[in-house]
């Protein structure tokens, strides 16, 4: 089986060295921004039941934990 060759690293040579500065910043934003929405993706992901419980647990009249869990 013969292995592919990406065309990715002939296209980033053919670019040159012109415009290197805002291709890297607009990279490393698009890095970033990528990076921060993983993390709020988790974040969102574990952290919404734990919030809505402690949001529970601080309004009145103050439930018992088996309340907030119980569906009726």
């Known amino acids: ?3 592919r060759v990406s065309s990715k690293g002939k296209a ?8 290197s500065e805002e291709s890297s910043a607009g990279r490393f ?3 970033w921004s990528t990076w921060a929405m993983k ?3 988790v974040v969102a992901h574990y952290g919404f039941i734990p919030l809505i419980i402690v949001i529970g647990m601080n309004s009145e009249p103050k439930p018992q934990l088996t309340q907030l869990f119980s569906p009726v």
Request: proline share 0%.
């Open 1 to 3: 089986m013969a292995s």
């Open 12 to 19: 980033k040579a053919a670019k040159g060295l012109k415009g």
């Open 29 to 31: 934003v698009k890095e």
């Open 39 to 41: 993390k709020a993706k």
